[in-house]
Each structure stands twice: as C-alpha cells, then as structure tokens.
C-alpha cells in the first residue's frame, strides 16, 4: 500500500508529505501508550471478555456474569470496570452498572453494524 496522506480544501485534494504522516503517526503511537499505562492483564481479561460475549449476549452484562465468567471476586471485577469506565475508553455501563458497550461493540442501536464470520452481527461503538 502506498503511505499518501490527502487533504481536501475546497474542490483541491492536496497530497501532504510522507514525513508530516510519519511524525503524526509517532506522535499517535506515543499518546496511545500513554493512554494505555493503566492496563494490566485483568483489565485486558475483562475488556476482552466483554468484547467476545457481548455479540451473542441478550442484555447488558453484570459484573457478576463476568466475575463467574473469568473466575474473579464481583468486587474485583467491579473495580475493574470502574477503573476502565473512568479512563472513557473501552467501556460504558448503564444506571444498574451493567456493560452496555465494550468498544468496538454495543447492545445500544447505532447507524453502524458489524458481522463476524461465526455469522453474529451486533452494532459498533
């Protein structure tokens, strides 16, 4: 693939140098680490989790179902989300602190649908 970065201004698309795409995207990865320091391998077992059982799941998740799910205290898992909701991020819970979304997926209706290849389609974040 051809690294081109393109900016339309008015009716002009205007080809921006390789090295200005190179610098934002240095710049991109560096925030992202940032960003991401607070994660550890529960917080990702959690994410995760949610990710894959979200597309076939009902209703929004509770920390309980996900606490059974990874062998985790609900007060643990519990915290987890908490800490995951705070950095706006991964995920969103309802009033009764249940998942509703773990990005990229949703129980929320959105204009975007995804469809995996196990056939399982449900809304994108």
Avoid: C
């Avoid at 929320?108 to 469809?115: D, E, G, I, S």
């Amino acid at each position: 693939m051809n690294n081109q970065w393109m900016i339309g201004l008015w009716r002009l698309t205007i080809q921006l140098p390789p090295s200005l795409l190179e610098g934002r995207m240095a710049k991109a990865k560096e925030k992202f680490a940032r960003e991401l320091v607070f994660m550890t391998g529960e917080h990702r077992a959690v994410h995760h989790d949610v990710v894959r059982r979200l597309p076939s799941a009902t209703a929004p998740l509770a920390p309980e179902t996900i606490a059974a799910a990874l062998g985790m205290t609900r007060e643990r898992v519990a915290a987890l989300l908490d800490d995951l909701e705070s950095h706006m991020t991964f995920l969103f819970r309802n009033d009764r602190r249940e998942v509703v979304w773990a990005y990229p997926v949703t129980l929320a209706k959105t204009p975007h649908r995804l469809t995996f290849s196990t056939g399982e389609t449900i809304y994108a974040a």
